[in-house]
């Protein structure tokens, strides 16, 4: 097996008029990129920028306040077999876990935040065995959720 031995193309005018033409496209690139650059390069590069004064604003905002307002919250688990996988939104809405409780079993937080905004309470627990267990949400010193389940394992929530 030979390898093919390269030969010289045969120049004639119009190879010449091929090159010109790669030419022209090479300066036509380089000018567009010239153009490019000198745009995009930031006034930073081309020397000091002079300070243009900055009006200030016509009115002055005024500060609102927003008042507060705090609740009282009480969730109660109720029942004779205890709670598993109690799960509930405490303080600041922060989600707190428990694998097992103990029933009667209760927890105490007080809630803060805007006057007017609703506020969302949830407990959420599974019935471990025979009987009923119950749910309740207490927010000061109303019963604003109550629920019941009686199937053993049944997951289950009260939520406001």
Known sequence: MGVPTATRPERDCAGRAKS?????VVLGV???????????VPRSGRGPVKDEPVAAPAAAQTVQTVRTVSHSVVYELLGA????????????????QQAEVTTPWSTQFTRVGPAG??????????????????????????????KTVAEPGRQFSCAV
């Open 20 to 24: 010109a033409g790669n030419v022209v």
């Open 81 to 96: 077999h205890g709670a598993r996988n109690v799960t509930f939104a405490a303080a600041g809405s922060a989600l707190t």
């Open 117 to 146: 905004r609703t506020e969302f309470y949830s407990i959420a627990a599974q019935n471990p065995g025979p009987g009923e267990l119950r749910c309740r949400i207490v927010v000061d010193g109303v019963v604003v959720a109550d």
């Open 30 to 40: 380089l000018a567009a990129a010239f153009a490019v650059t000198s745009y995009v």
